[in-house]
């Protein structure tokens, strides 16, 4: 009888065991099912996509320099060819992983991927999503069927993969919507040296008449600082670029043009800068600026401002874009409700003849704003904000609390 006691104390106590254990894997399961959802949650607000964490700008290196890992690149150009073979493709992962950048790595190459049969091999030789970030097509390409095909060829064997290509001008070929089922991401140049024709204000003008389309289908809009040649010198015979100051801050007030005209993200050709020239040093003064009102710009929420210029050119025909405000102002809410007004002038030097704006921003609601970087405060108390604003200057007014503090 003891026995049979001790036997049905140790089942009983068996069974109490395995409920526990139930209950306890039932529990962590559903919190990792719900760690798991929170993640996929944060994810989607991860910049500048849901593959992982990076700060809130893109900066391309070379592989022949190493100016991209010293600046913490996100995006890498490896192999750029008009050919690229799957084993070429396969050798430039496996660089980038070497270089400790493989979350982040773009590879380029020319037509051979429009075939699946390209993806198939590379996956053949073991790659995987998690073996590189994306791809980005090859350079500016005409064709929208050519990038459909190879963003489909890709897909079908690197799901996740990330597809992007820099379009510059979309007004000159295929319209924009018809890239749109080719890529996730689309890069919209900021240089304008090189289109003499082409005001300063077309950075904002490109975007204002291109982005909604790619927003409203689930993609990616991102400005990109490229520039070359004399995009980036001090040229004593153009008064927009006579000064080292000048083209740093022609580099910042297409930044800014980017932010206003509804880019995501922005992305710098790194490689292009040598560290001490102008613009360089343009992109590394914004970039904190530009880190510090990201949570606006991620949150997407943004209203254009009625602006009455009364002094100084009052506007400036943009193509694309039509007719813009000599200064053009938003305002911004982040996702916690706080409001943020930016505003830029949309004229260089010789297009408002060094003269500045004065500009009254109407519709703001009232209450005191942190100027941004300027040290000063501004008191609205009729919905209207009144200042001056010089040639490629920009100004980010934030509404203080009911505290008077951030």
Same mark, same amino acid.
């Given at each position: 009888?003891?026995?049979?006691?001790?036997?049905?104390?140790?089942? &009983?106590?068996?069974?109490?065991?395995?409920?526990?254990?139930?209950?306890?894997?039932?529990?962590?399961?559903?919190?990792?099912?719900?760690?798991?959802?929170?993640?996929?949650?944060?994810?989607?607000?991860?910049?500048?996509?849901?593959?992982?964490?990076?700060?809130?700008?893109?900066?391309?290196?070379? !592989?022949?320099?190493?100016?991209?890992?010293?600046?913490?690149?996100?995006?890498?150009?490896?192999?750029?060819?008009?050919?690229?073979?799957?084993?070429?493709?396969?050798?430039?992962?496996?660089?980038? @992983?070497?270089?400790?950048?493989?979350?982040?790595?773009?590879?380029?190459?020319?037509?051979?991927?429009?075939?699946?049969?390209?993806?198939?091999?590379?996956?053949?030789?073991?790659?995987?999503?998690?073996?590189?970030?994306?791809?980005?097509?090859?350079? !500016?390409?005409?064709?929208?069927?050519?990038?459909?095909?190879?963003?489909?060829?890709?897909? @079908?064997?690197?799901?996740?993969?990330?597809?992007?290509?820099?379009?510059?001008?979309?007004?000159?070929?295929?319209?924009?919507?018809?890239?749109?089922?080719?890529?996730?991401?689309?890069?919209?140049?900021?240089?304008?040296?090189?289109?003499?024709?082409?005001?300063?204000?077309?950075?904002?003008?490109?975007?204002?008449?291109?982005?909604?389309?790619? @927003?409203?289908?689930?993609?990616?809009?991102?400005?990109?600082?490229?520039?070359?040649?004399?995009?980036?010198?001090?040229?004593?015979?153009?008064?927009?670029?006579?000064?080292?100051?000048?083209?740093?801050?022609?580099?910042?007030?297409?930044?800014?043009?980017?932010?206003?005209?509804?880019?995501?993200?922005?992305?710098?050709?790194?490689?292009?800068?040598?560290?001490?020239?102008?613009?360089?040093?343009?992109?590394?003064?914004?970039?904190? @600026?530009?880190?510090?009102?990201?949570?606006?710009?991620?949150?997407?929420?943004?209203?254009?401002?009625?602006?009455?210029?009364?002094?100084?050119?009052?506007?400036?025909?943009?193509?694309?874009?039509?007719?813009?405000?000599?200064?053009?102002?938003?305002?911004?809410?982040?996702?916690?409700?706080?409001?943020?007004?930016?505003?830029?002038?949309?004229?260089? &030097?010789?297009?408002?003849?060094?003269?500045?704006?004065?500009?009254?921003?109407?519709?703001?609601?009232?209450?005191?704003?942190?100027?941004?970087?300027?040290?000063?405060?501004?008191?609205?108390?009729?919905?209207?904000?009144?200042?001056?604003?010089?040639?490629?200057?920009?100004?980010?007014?934030?509404?203080?609390?009911?505290?008077?503090?951030?």
């Amino acid at each position: 009888m003891k026995n049979r006691d001790n036997l049905c104390l140790t089942v &009983f106590t068996s069974a109490i065991l395995i409920c526990v254990l139930i209950i306890g894997l039932s529990a962590a399961q559903t919190s990792g099912e719900q760690n798991a959802s929170s993640n996929d949650s944060s994810s989607e607000d991860e910049f500048p996509y849901p593959r992982g964490t990076a700060p809130p700008y893109g900066m391309m290196g070379w !592989e022949t320099g190493t100016q991209f890992l010293e600046d913490n690149a996100t995006l890498v150009h490896l192999g750029w060819s008009t050919y690229i073979t799957p084993q070429q493709f396969v050798d430039n992962v496996n660089r980038g @992983k070497q270089l400790g950048i493989s979350k982040y790595l773009v590879v380029t190459g020319g037509p051979q991927m429009e075939s699946e049969s390209f993806w198939e091999e590379v996956r053949g030789m073991g790659v995987t999503d998690d073996d590189f970030y994306g791809v980005y097509f090859p350079d !500016e390409e005409g064709s929208p069927s050519t990038l459909i095909s190879m963003y489909t060829g890709m897909k @079908k064997y690197f799901p996740d993969a990330v597809a992007g290509d820099y379009l510059g001008d979309m007004q000159t070929g295929p319209d924009d919507e018809e890239f749109i089922p080719g890529l996730d991401v689309c890069y919209f140049t900021s240089y304008t040296k090189f289109h003499p024709e082409r005001p300063h204000a077309w950075v904002y003008g490109n975007l204002i008449s291109n982005a909604p389309d790619w @927003k409203n289908a689930g993609k990616t809009v991102y400005l990109t600082t490229e520039a070359f040649g004399q995009a980036l010198e001090v040229n004593a015979r153009d008064p927009d670029l006579n000064t080292t100051k000048k083209v740093a801050d022609r580099h910042e007030s297409q930044v800014v043009m980017g932010i206003l005209g509804g880019a995501q993200g922005v992305f710098s050709y790194a490689y292009k800068y040598a560290e001490g020239t102008p613009g360089y040093t343009g992109w590394e003064g914004f970039k904190p @600026k530009y880190e510090e009102v990201w949570p606006w710009i991620m949150n997407d929420s943004r209203t254009l401002l009625a602006t009455d210029v009364t002094s100084g050119r009052t506007n400036i025909t943009s193509d694309p874009g039509g007719t813009i405000s000599s200064v053009t102002a938003y305002m911004f809410t982040d996702a916690d409700g706080r409001i943020l007004v930016a505003s830029s002038s949309m004229l260089d &030097f010789t297009e408002s003849n060094g003269t500045a704006s004065d500009a009254t921003i109407t519709g703001v609601p009232e209450g005191r704003y942190d100027v941004l970087w300027e040290n000063r405060t501004v008191n609205v108390t009729d919905g209207t904000i009144r200042d001056a604003w010089e040639p490629y200057e920009y100004h980010f007014y934030r509404l203080q609390n009911d505290t008077g503090t951030e």
